[in-house]
């Protein structure tokens, strides 16, 4: 009777929790119940426990500290950091800078102000200022705290330069908390639910706000174009068109880029003067911006070099060619003269020259795969990524030890300063991104993608960076490959370990679960396709995986990219499969018995297979009396996929001793 009703009230339990609630562990049991001290097993378990207890409770921690604010206040002070870092050296650019205050100052003007300018031309530069300038231009102070209580409310995002400003929900939903927080306001959760009830509501939570305030609001949205496609961000759908007489909107984005520019001016119509573009620095305005660069760095050049700098900018008047030629200028010695100078007459010239210092000063190796990995990585790479899969690239790794064998005998590993070092040199040109869970870094100017693509991952290398990525996301229990140190007299490691952070296959590890399919797609020539098949569609622990993390749909979708690029027969059996029965790859126990009952596995599949087998020893091993099919009994006769059996699901779980599973 007690484990009847032990069964019963943990059946319960799990039932009116939510999926993500619930962690369930499993453990070998031995006699005398869990020894720790008696069996390595029940010690892992007991750490597993433990650590993901205190993971748990750390996040619930967090989250009733941050439920007391819609806005976080550390990203609130990363834009204003980053506006401040902008505003150090900024000169020139009064004209933009009028029109803003101009159209800021106008009561009348209630729709958007776009600013627009190619990649480098110092969009940034010019939105930091303008909200540098706010309380100039309206009057009186930002408020004692900087929380934007005084005469005027500024709001300024930089977006895609930190994790909540990547995608349109986040940053919306930061603007709109922000406000909620200085007026006082309680948001209704259905207003913002998801993105379309956020957008919908979004105008009526800024006329509140406006009404409230009593003073003017003004919101700068700087590089629409950094936003990732999440919620067709682009299309510029969810922006407010028709604003409050005191509540100003200030928007730049690149002319071309993912169509931006071309979408705003579709949604406005008739407001061309609303429409800036970002003129090139007049030679002026390049000398004072060298001079106050000069000063911050305390650094100085000749007249003659500073001639010959400008001269070259004069060919070139992009802001970002001339901070990439102020990087180069501060190295040179004041007795170099001209003659003996060289300096590239191009950004994507001046950042290929950049990169050509870092591998000089860095190695060729070291520098073609941080920055190729970083350039092909989803979203960039988080830091420990980016070491991981430099461990596993040899030819790094012989660099790495030219002058001295590894400190750990049979472990092989890039030593975390290498890329600490070569990171600070790139610091003001990359940023931190969010990617399932977890932030990356990425280039923050197009160029650079642009020139470290065609530099580090051209076609061919580019697989080669994408199979090496695949591979370390794939490794539950980290990685030993062997190796042969040829500047250490050819010494040879055997399974050499990489000391690679282990990636388990849960849900929870969202970040691997969208890798793998991602490097996999752009990796099809060089990755073995029946490792790909094992460690995704025709495992059992990954689909179930991905369905909780992603959902059946996006599964079913990269299943189908992945038949229609190599035509391979498993997956597609699989993929009709999913396509069939949605609904029960919800649940652990239908899914499994579906894969047994509806997928006939035969010697030729080896693959399918072993999920099939997978499926099986899942239901043989739960503590339930269950029917399983002895062959595929539900399996189509045609290549036509069946109808979901929509009773199987909702028999489960209704008796506590006793489960039938049965067609319609």
Same mark, same amino acid.
């Given at each position: 009777?007690?484990?009847?009703?032990?069964?019963?009230?943990?059946?319960?339990?799990?039932?009116?929790?939510?999926?993500?609630?619930?962690?369930?562990?499993?453990?070998?049991?031995?006699?005398?119940?869990?020894?720790?001290?008696?069996?390595?097993?029940?010690?892992?378990?007991?750490?597993?426990?433990?650590?993901?207890?205190?993971?748990?409770?750390?996040?619930?921690?967090?989250?009733?500290?941050?439920?007391?604010?819609?806005?976080?206040?550390?990203?609130?002070?990363?834009?204003?950091?980053?506006?401040?870092?902008?505003?150090?050296?900024?000169?020139?650019?009064?004209?933009?800078?009028?029109?803003?205050?101009?159209?800021?100052?106008?009561?009348?003007?209630?729709?958007?102000?776009?600013?627009?300018?190619?990649?480098?031309?110092?969009?940034?530069?010019?939105?930091?200022?303008?909200?540098?300038?706010?309380?100039?231009?309206?009057?009186?102070?930002?408020?004692?705290?900087?929380?934007?209580?005084?005469?005027?409310?500024?709001?300024?995002?930089?977006?895609?330069?930190?994790?909540?400003?990547?995608?349109?929900?986040?940053?919306?939903?930061?603007?709109?908390?922000?406000?909620?927080?200085?007026?006082?306001?309680?948001?209704?959760?259905?207003?913002?639910?998801?993105?379309?009830?956020?957008?919908?509501?979004?105008?009526?939570?800024?006329?509140?706000?406006?009404?409230?305030?009593? @003073?003017?609001?003004?919101?700068?949205?700087?590089?629409?174009?950094?936003?990732?496609?999440?919620?067709?961000?682009?299309?510029?759908?969810?922006?407010?068109?028709?604003?409050?007489?005191?509540?100003?909107?200030?928007?730049?984005?690149?002319?071309?880029?993912?169509?931006?520019?071309?979408?705003?001016?579709?949604?406005?119509?008739?407001?061309?003067?609303?429409?800036?573009?970002?003129?090139?620095?007049?030679?002026?305005?390049?000398?004072?911006?060298?001079?106050?660069?000069?000063?911050?760095?305390?650094?100085?050049?000749?007249?003659?070099?500073?001639?010959?700098?400008?001269?070259?900018?004069?060919?070139?008047?992009?802001?970002?060619?001339?901070?990439?030629?102020?990087?180069?200028?501060?190295?040179?010695?004041?007795?170099?003269?001209?003659?003996?100078?060289?300096?590239?007459?191009?950004?994507?010239?001046?950042?290929?020259?950049?990169?050509?210092?870092?591998?000089?000063?860095?190695?060729?190796?070291?520098?073609?795969?941080?920055?190729?990995?970083?350039?092909?990585?989803?979203?960039?790479?988080?830091?420990?990524?980016?070491?991981?899969?430099?461990?596993?690239?040899?030819?790094?790794?012989?660099?790495?030890?030219?002058?001295?064998?590894?400190?750990?005998?049979?472990?092989?590993?890039?030593?975390?300063?290498?890329?600490?070092?070569?990171?600070?040199?790139?610091?003001?040109?990359?940023?931190?991104?969010?990617?399932?869970?977890?932030?990356?870094?990425?280039?923050?100017?197009?160029?650079?993608?642009?020139?470290?693509?065609?530099?580090?991952?051209?076609?061919?290398?580019?697989?080669?960076?994408?199979?090496?990525?695949?591979?370390?996301?794939?490794?539950?229990?980290?990685?030993?490959?062997?190796?042969?140190?040829?500047?250490?007299?050819?010494?040879?490691?055997?399974?050499?370990?990489?000391?690679?952070?282990?990636?388990?296959?849960?849900?929870?590890?969202?970040?691997?679960?969208?890798?793998?399919?991602?490097?996999?797609?752009?990796?099809?020539?060089?990755?073995?396709?029946?490792?790909?098949?094992?460690?995704?569609?025709?495992?059992?622990?990954?689909?179930?995986?991905?369905?909780?993390?992603?959902?059946?749909?996006?599964?079913?979708?990269?299943?189908?990219?992945?038949?229609?690029?190599?035509?391979?027969?498993?997956?597609?059996?699989?993929?009709?499969?999913?396509?069939?029965?949605?609904?029960?790859?919800?649940?652990?126990?239908?899914?499994?018995?579906?894969?047994?009952?509806?997928?006939?596995? @035969?010697?030729?599949?080896?693959?399918?297979?072993?999920?099939?087998?997978?499926?099986?020893?899942?239901?043989?091993?739960?503590?339930?009396?269950?029917?399983?099919?002895?062959?595929?009994?539900?399996?189509? @006769?045609?290549?036509?996929?069946?109808?979901?059996?929509?009773?199987?699901?909702?028999?489960?779980?209704?008796?506590?001793?006793?489960?039938?599973?049965?067609?319609?």
């Amino acid at each position: 009777d007690a484990e009847k009703y032990l069964n019963s009230l943990r059946k319960e339990l799990v039932s009116s929790m939510k999926a993500e609630n619930v962690k369930s562990f499993t453990v070998q049991w031995a006699y005398g119940g869990v020894k720790p001290e008696s069996y390595e097993a029940h010690d892992k378990y007991i750490s597993k426990f433990c650590d993901k207890f205190i993971a748990s409770v750390k996040d619930l921690i967090e989250k009733d500290q941050l439920a007391k604010f819609y806005s976080r206040y550390s990203e609130v002070l990363h834009h204003a950091h980053f506006c401040q870092t902008k505003c150090r050296s900024f000169c020139g650019q009064d004209g933009t800078l009028n029109k803003i205050r101009d159209y800021i100052l106008d009561p009348s003007n209630r729709k958007p102000l776009v600013v627009y300018a190619e990649s480098g031309a110092g969009k940034t530069s010019v939105m930091a200022m303008a909200m540098n300038k706010l309380k100039d231009w309206i009057g009186g102070a930002a408020g004692a705290k900087g929380d934007g209580v005084g005469e005027c409310v500024g709001i300024i995002r930089f977006l895609g330069t930190s994790p909540h400003s990547s995608d349109a929900y986040k940053v919306l939903f930061g603007i709109i908390g922000q406000l909620a927080d200085i007026t006082g306001t309680i948001l209704q959760p259905q207003s913002y639910k998801t993105m379309r009830a956020l957008a919908s509501s979004a105008l009526r939570y800024i006329r509140s706000a406006c009404l409230s305030l009593k @003073r003017p609001v003004v919101v700068f949205l700087d590089s629409l174009d950094q936003l990732q496609d999440q919620f067709d961000a682009h299309s510029c759908w969810w922006l407010p068109l028709v604003l409050p007489a005191n509540f100003k909107l200030v928007v730049s984005t690149l002319p071309t880029e993912h169509g931006i520019l071309k979408n705003l001016q579709d949604l406005m119509p008739e407001d061309a003067a609303n429409f800036v573009e970002l003129p090139l620095l007049p030679d002026s305005t390049s000398v004072e911006i060298v001079e106050k660069y000069l000063t911050d760095k305390q650094r100085s050049v000749t007249e003659v070099q500073m001639r010959f700098m400008l001269d070259a900018f004069k060919k070139s008047p992009n802001p970002l060619y001339l901070k990439l030629l102020m990087d180069e200028a501060v190295t040179w010695p004041s007795y170099t003269e001209v003659k003996d100078l060289s300096l590239p007459s191009t950004v994507r010239a001046a950042i290929s020259a950049l990169f050509q210092g870092l591998e000089t000063k860095f190695g060729l190796e070291f520098v073609r795969g941080s920055l190729g990995l970083l350039t092909v990585g989803l979203n960039g790479l988080s830091e420990v990524e980016l070491e991981d899969a430099l461990s596993c690239l040899d030819d790094v790794m012989v660099e790495t030890y030219r002058f001295h064998d590894p400190p750990v005998p049979g472990i092989v590993r890039v030593p975390q300063v290498m890329w600490a070092r070569l990171r600070y040199d790139l610091r003001e040109y990359l940023v931190e991104r969010p990617s399932q869970g977890q932030t990356t870094l990425y280039w923050y100017h197009r160029q650079f993608i642009q020139v470290a693509s065609e530099r580090y991952a051209s076609e061919d290398r580019a697989e080669k960076l994408h199979a090496t990525l695949f591979e370390m996301f794939a490794a539950e229990h980290g990685i030993r490959r062997s190796i042969t140190l040829t500047h250490r007299r050819n010494l040879h490691i055997q399974d050499a370990d990489r000391n690679t952070t282990p990636q388990p296959m849960e849900s929870e590890n969202a970040r691997k679960l969208e890798c793998l399919t991602y490097h996999v797609k752009h990796s099809l020539k060089t990755v073995n396709q029946d490792v790909v098949k094992k460690i995704t569609y025709c495992n059992l622990k990954f689909l179930k995986a991905k369905v909780a993390s992603a959902g059946v749909d996006k599964l079913i979708q990269e299943a189908n990219e992945y038949v229609e690029a190599t035509g391979d027969e498993e997956v597609r059996a699989v993929h009709d499969f999913l396509t069939a029965h949605k609904k029960a790859m919800s649940d652990p126990l239908a899914s499994a018995f579906s894969i047994v009952a509806s997928i006939t596995a @035969r010697p030729s599949s080896p693959n399918l297979e072993s999920l099939v087998k997978a499926a099986r020893g899942h239901l043989q091993e739960t503590k339930q009396s269950l029917l399983i099919p002895s062959f595929a009994c539900l399996a189509p @006769r045609t290549g036509e996929p069946v109808d979901v059996y929509d009773g199987l699901a909702f028999v489960f779980g209704k008796k506590s001793d006793v489960v039938l599973l049965a067609s319609k």
